[in-house]
């Protein structure tokens, strides 16, 4: 099988494709999580679809951080929300920054997937493992759309078997 039956089941169906098409995928990983995409531009006929990850610019202490793996944590830190390799080097500081587990610190929350689990000392909207998850998917998308502004026409994500 090759990428482009992925894409499309009948590559001779990219005869009628009139406008740039972008499939998206995401893995929602418990360590890590990444974002891959598959475009196919008509304006290049001659060209095979582009099949490739893509580096996440993930903010740490001042500078941009691009990596394809994304740390799948998410903290709360002087009225911001960082996500991925930030929140990483942060969970090392913990007490240090007021960092408490499940309460404005995230990580491993797949362990948590299909569980009725509160997480009561977070804040609205990262009360719960699939909050949490939303956040990292969010924050994946918005990284792609950064990356290239077309609007994806198919999008699949892997996630935890217990979500």
Not at 128 to 145: K, T, V
Request: hydrophobic letters at 40%; aromatic letters at 6%.
């Amino acid at each position: 099988m090759k990428a482009l039956d992925l894409f499309i089941p009948n590559a001779e169906a990219l005869l009628y494709i009139k406008q740039p098409v972008r499939a998206i995928g995401i893995d929602l990983g418990t360590t890590n999580s990444t974002i891959s995409e598959i475009v196919y531009d008509p304006a290049i006929p001659a060209r095979a679809p582009e099949v490739r990850c893509l580096a996440v610019e993930q903010p740490t202490d001042g500078r941009g951080w691009w990596n394809p793996l994304v740390p799948s944590i998410v903290a709360l830190n002087d009225g911001r929300e960082i996500i991925g390799e930030g929140a990483r080097r942060l969970r090392t500081q913990g007490r240090r920054q007021n960092l408490i587990n499940k309460g404005n610190l995230f990580a491993a929350c797949k362990n948590d997937m299909g569980l009725r689990q509160t997480y009561h000392m977070a804040p609205t909207g990262y009360r719960s493992a699939a909050e949490i998850s939303g956040r990292i998917l969010d924050f994946l998308m918005q990284s792609a759309m950064k990356d290239k502004p077309i609007a994806p026409t198919r999008t699949t994500v892997t996630v935890p078997a217990s979500f």
